[in-house]
């Protein structure tokens, strides 16, 4: 069962204390430990809610366009987000590891962070229902919609603009390296524009290391 520091956080989080406990700490164990009740299928379910609860959001605040709309919603409901949300609310130490994913980091992992914060979601959404979940998703999602996540394009598609504006060819990518376990993989990147140089940069997933190797690329060259 739930230890009583993670009951407190979980009432903190869903405004009253959880009914199913079960169910939270299924959203809070991560597959390492060996349970055979770990949070992939509530992440699952979190996923469709946070995203149908963020795109609802941006329909209703804005004007933007469909590609504008659909930029901001990948922002908002990636990992990455997901994760810096998790490590506000002191998400990670309430998880369940295994002692290698422990040992790995896992507590501040952005794919286990990320994934835990959408298991909590789905959880949410199970005991609670849907707009008690979509609250809470308004709640944690305030400072991420009002601000700058999304607004800005991103850094592949600037770096490809980048090179076709200065008449060079697509930019390439190629994977350096990839570590660890699977739970805690690092992935380093490098990209390249034909003519003009190189950068790299490592990431917990192939994507965000080409995101953030582009990010280089731009600092260095643009």
Same mark, same amino acid.
């Not at 309430?94 to 909590?120: C, F």
């Given at each position: 069962?739930?230890?009583?520091?993670?009951?407190?956080?979980?009432?903190?989080?869903?405004?009253?204390?959880?009914?199913?406990?079960?169910?939270?700490?299924?959203?809070?164990?991560?597959? $390492?430990?060996?349970?055979?009740?770990?949070?992939?299928?509530? @992440?699952?379910?979190?996923?469709?809610?946070?995203?149908? $609860?963020?795109?609802?959001?941006?329909?209703?605040?804005?004007?933007?366009?469909?590609?504008?709309? $659909?930029?901001?919603?990948?922002?908002?409901?990636?990992?990455?987000?997901?994760?810096?949300?998790?490590?506000?609310?002191?998400?990670?130490?309430?998880?369940?590891?295994?002692? +290698?994913?422990?040992?790995?980091?896992?507590?501040?992992?952005?794919?286990?962070?990320?994934?835990?914060?959408?298991?909590?979601?789905?959880?949410?959404?199970?005991?609670?229902?849907?707009?008690?979940?979509?609250?809470?998703?308004?709640?944690?999602?305030?400072?991420?919609?009002?601000?700058?996540?999304? +607004?800005?394009?991103?850094?592949?598609?600037?770096?490809? @603009?980048?090179?076709?504006?200065?008449?060079?060819?697509?930019?390439?990518?190629?994977?350096?390296?990839? $570590?660890?376990?699977?739970?805690?993989?690092?992935?380093?990147?490098?990209?390249?524009?034909?003519?003009?140089?190189?950068?790299?940069?490592?990431?917990?997933?192939?994507? @965000?290391?080409?995101?953030?190797?582009?990010?280089?690329?731009?600092?260095?060259?643009?």
């Amino acid at each position: 069962m739930l230890s009583d520091p993670t009951r407190a956080f979980l009432a903190d989080l869903i405004g009253r204390p959880p009914r199913d406990e079960a169910l939270w700490l299924e959203a809070l164990t991560h597959g $390492s430990t060996g349970h055979d009740r770990n949070y992939e299928r509530l @992440e699952f379910l979190g996923d469709r809610v946070l995203g149908l $609860s963020i795109a609802e959001w941006l329909h209703e605040t804005g004007r933007d366009s469909e590609g504008k709309l $659909s930029q901001r919603l990948n922002a908002l409901v990636s990992r990455a987000t997901c994760a810096q949300i998790a490590r506000r609310i002191g998400l990670g130490a309430h998880m369940h590891l295994g002692k +290698q994913a422990r040992d790995d980091g896992g507590h501040d992992s952005d794919n286990i962070l990320g994934d835990v914060m959408e298991a909590l979601l789905g959880a949410s959404f199970v005991e609670q229902g849907f707009d008690a979940t979509r609250a809470m998703v308004r709640r944690l999602w305030t400072d991420a919609i009002t601000g700058q996540t999304g +607004q800005r394009k991103h850094p592949k598609s600037a770096l490809q @603009e980048w090179a076709a504006g200065n008449r060079r060819k697509v930019p390439e990518y190629r994977l350096l390296d990839r $570590s660890g376990p699977d739970h805690a993989a690092r992935f380093t990147v490098a990209v390249a524009v034909h003519g003009v140089g190189e950068a790299e940069a490592s990431g917990s997933s192939k994507q @965000e290391a080409e995101t953030l190797a582009a990010e280089e690329f731009l600092r260095k060259f643009g």
